[in-house]
């Protein structure tokens, strides 16, 4: 079947779709070989469309026997504490009179989370939003946030898939996982 | 403990838990020794309960107790470690401030495993340039703790050791006319003894009172008495000395010597004057322009090296020479006011023009963001590299790597490729003369020490550029250095032959 996936959105919305489908039109591949190519191409799609990005592979890197769900445990802690910055922004963003100053801490730091674990979209979108904030442009801000807030969502959906691929793939060695 | 740097204890603070994980997990698969925190006052009292402990402090910008330059002061002032800061900022003025406060090395985040395997180098080089001070001075403790059972006065370690940390503590502090002592009274177990901060002024003084007295025949007690410096011990004295004798050692030049002598004794001569505090102005703004690397500051302070040995006046730039390259006492470089800088700042620039030793030609640009064009280098850069021999010392030799955070950006231009080899010796060599006698040891050591601030700078091999002291120089006044890029700028383009006469050591007019 032939898709033309136009948004990211779409993307993720179908990407369970597909996998189903895959699944039940091809249950021969229900396999290692064919989880492992979804799984490549899963991330090969979350890096061409740039919701992540080389960072992300430092941290596969630091995965390894002695840790061995260290990728998941990170991402887990990321989506946790930047749920809370998030929430943390959104109140300063309300509040009045806005605290651009400490609007811009709440940013720096949600900005370094996400670029620790390769979040580009989101890196991106914090950067954009700290030029605002410091421009005290308040509907700049707002408007950049809730794209801030989309690109969390939606990276949290997707990586939570990638996830869980993963661990039904089970111990998996680099080089497979990595190629993409 | 395994084979070094396995196990090296770091003490790593960030109060993002992310970063916490992920920058723990890098710093264990090298195999460091790692105790976490996420909050500044902790990891102060952990470091001060466990003093000696550690061996290096990886530390966040920006926390919410405490701020990260803060911690970084109290770590400077208590413990002596070297500190890595980290952030996510890149600003050149937050860079600027680490180096400013004493960071050996800033890291912009995402941390990358690549940039963590090399810390340890770090702590190599600090305590091997405490050991090189000791020797220098010539003690010959080797341990901190000896060091401070020995209340005598030839001991120099004292004055000198450690110093940069003091200078790191200094804050922008725009005190350049005061001469600075610090005093640091330290009751760690690496307590050492009061520090001296041998500004500029102070160094200035210092060398008007030995030329007085004559060179071979000033003491330090009649040092110290001409300078009449209050808190400044016999000591202090006594070691610096040490130091700028083993300096004109070195630098001494004799073919040139009593022309350019002569040319200093004229002193009239705006031209030299002026580099000198040009010298020690330059670097500054220049500092202030850009993350000048200590080593770039070191080489633009040696900038036309006098060699005198004898009584005659001593230039500033020898000064400033002889601060930036002895080792890691003088931090400070404080602008001697900047009177004509014109003139020398043309001199340094058309000077370092001149001599174009082609195979010396350092592709290395101080300025880096500030360039304009790639072929507009900084001239004055040129007039770096006090060591210069005219050794090609080409690019194998000192490559700095400048993807050093410490330049901003990852992808900074000013990647001093070929480090600073060459075109300051240019001049140097031309004004001087082969200096084939350098003591490339000592550079070695202090460059290595100076390239704390560069990532990787262990591949920097020589470039007697100033030590660490320099890191603290106090970049400020971005608004002199922007007129002074503009005066350097302009004396590019006009021609470089004025200069010449002077640097070539014509009888004074």
Redesign the interface.
Known sequence: MVLHISSALTASALHPLLCFCFHNTYPEMENASGLHRQLASMKKNLFDQGYLDE?FY??E??QDES?PN?VE??VT??FR??SRSMANIDEALQQCPRDFHRLD?FL??L???A????AAKMKNECTRLREFCSEENLDGCLRSFQKVKNDHTILRQKLENYLQLLRQVGPVDRASRSGS | MTEFPAGLRVLLVDDDPTCLKILDRMLRKCLYDVTTCSRAAVALSILREKKGWFDLVLSDVYMPDMDGFKLLEHIGLEMDLPVIMMSADDHKDVVMKGVTHGACDYIIKPVRMESLKNIWQHVVRKKRNELKELENSGSVEEDDKHKRSLDDGDNASSGCVGNWKNAKRKKEGKDEEEEEMVEEHDDSSNSKKPRVVWSVDLHQQFVTAVNQLGVDKAVPKKILELMNVAGLTRENVASHLQKYRLYLRRVSVPQHHSRFDAHFASAQEVTYNSIGSVSGYDFQALAASTQLLPQNIAALHSGPRSATNTGMGVSAIDQIGFLSSAGSCYPRVSSKGATPQTGSVKALSNSSNLKGMDNHVPNFDIIGEHRENKTQDWKLQNVNLPYQSGQNLGHGQSTIDCRSSLMGNQDSTSTAKNGFNGNAGTVTKNIISTRSDIDMEKRECIVQHKTNLVENCNRVNYDGITDLSYQDILFEDNIITNELMNVVRKQQQEGIGQVDNEFNFNPPV
């Open positions: 960072q430092q941290l890197e630091l840790s260290f445990e990170v802690l990321f504490d930047s801490k720096h730091r900005k370094g989370s670029s620790s674990i390769g």
